[in-house]
Every structure is written in C-alpha cells, then in structure tokens.
C-alpha cells in the first residue's frame, strides 16, 4: 500500500540553524501538507502546497519557513535559523484532491537546544 | 471561524466496554467535511473516515461507528467492544471554507485496559 514517508525520523539541532525536513508524498496525490504537533499538543496546520506553490499557509509559517518541490518526488521543508519553539514533530501529508482524506507520513521529531 | 471541540481529554474504560469520543465542530460554511484520525503510541497519524456536509447518514466500520448530526454540529465517533489496541489519541478534524487545510481538534485519550 502507497504510503507518505519521512526523512530523518528525528533531527537534533542548534539554535539559529537551518533544518531541511523531507517527504516524499503518494506518488498520484497532488495536494501536499506539512503540520506540526508540539508534544502533547493539538495538531496544527503549517502550510499546503499545490501545482508547485504554496496555497494556502498558517500564522506560523512565518518567512523562517519555506517550501520546495525539488523534483517529481520530494517535498521539503525548510526553517531557516531554528528557535527553542521549533521544537516539534513535523509531520507531512498529502492527498489525492481537494477535501480528499489526507494521508501523513510518521513525522520528523526536531528538536531544538 | 472554524472550531473543533473535543471536550474529553482522556477516557478510560475496561477492554469489551463501549465508548463514544464527542466531537463538536464549528464553522459557518454549508460545504466541509470531517475526519477522525487515530495517532497509537507509536505517534503516526492513521486516517479512519472522511464525512461530507451532505450526508448524514451514520456509518459504520467493524466495531468502528460514526454519528453525524448538523443539527447539534457534532460528529461522534463510538468504538463498540473496546480492545487493548483501541488505545490511542483519537483526533476529530474539519475542512472548510474553500481551503482544504485540516483543523485538528484537541484530541482524546483513549486508555483501554485489559
């Protein structure tokens, strides 16, 4: 069964780094999502990505935030200067049309010291 | 706005007891649609099943079985003969508005002991 798959499972950083996140989505979705769920906390939307740019994006995503469609399979994510507060788990999705169920990879835990 | 409230933060029942996980949505768009979403300890997010706005009727998987009512904006999700494996944070979500971004309600943890 096609599935949304994640790389690195769990990335250790220092703060003011950059961090590239990576997904590769079910190979005939077109609509691709990345979220983030602070330990113990709701899971919440960062970003979605259609037809090679950003649709629509959250408060979150603010300009340390950035995402890319390298080649025909991989999507990214990238911050920029990595803060205390970016610690999280990411987690990617991507589904086959609008409204359509979104399926999530098992997510990049970050953490930030 | 769009909302969604999961008011039991955690449940705990004994394994074969029934349980129900409430829901409560809000958003002022005719068009959307609801989702349930399992996260086990292992922390993957699984898909369990997609509403529409413009079906009502309740559906039912297995053991699985969800109740859709516009009319109190609730969507709950009942797991009847609760197992050990049934164990996990359960997460109610909306689509809405034209934008089909998933709004994640607080979750509830769900604790089945043997």
């Known amino acids: 069964e096609p599935e949304v798959t994640q790389t690195p499972s769990h990335q250790v950083t220092q703060m003011g780094q950059e961090v590239i996140l990576r997904c590769v989505p079910i190979?005939?979705?077109?609509?691709f999502y990345w979220y983030r769920q602070i330990l113990g906390q709701k899971v919440e939307f960062l970003v979605s990505?259609?037809?090679?740019?950003?649709?629509?994006k959250s408060e979150i995503f603010d300009d340390q935030f950035s995402v890319e469609r390298p080649d025909g399979s991989n999507f990214t994510l990238k911050i920029r200067s990595t803060k205390l507060e970016d610690s999280a788990m990411y987690f990617c999705?991507?589904?086959?049309?609008?409204?359509?169920?979104?399926?999530f990879g098992p997510g990049t835990r970050l953490t930030v010291t | 706005a769009q909302k969604v409230t999961q008011a039991q933060t955690e449940i705990s029942v004994v394994e074969k007891e029934d349980v129900t996980l409430d829901c409560v949505y809000e958003?002022?768009?005719?068009?959307?649609?609801l989702f349930w979403y399992k996260q086990p300890p292992s922390g993957e997010l699984v898909f369990l099943i997609r509403?529409?706005?413009?079906?009502?009727q309740n559906e039912i998987s297995g053991r699985y079985s969800w109740n859709f009512q516009k009319s109190t904006s609730s969507f709950n999700f009942t797991i009847t003969a609760s197992q050990v494996v049934d164990s996990a944070v359960y997460f109610c979500?909306?689509?809405?508005?034209?934008?089909?971004?998933?709004?994640f309600g607080a979750g509830t943890r769900l604790a089945v002991h043997p």
């Open positions: 990505f259609y037809n090679n740019e950003i649709s629509e």
């Open positions: 999705a991507s589904s086959e049309d609008t409204y359509y169920e979104q399926y």
């Open positions: 509403r529409n706005s413009f079906d009502e």
């Open positions: 190979s005939n979705h077109l609509y």
């Open positions: 958003t002022r768009d005719t068009t959307y649609y």
């Open positions: 979500a909306l689509s809405s508005g034209g934008y089909n971004k998933l709004i």
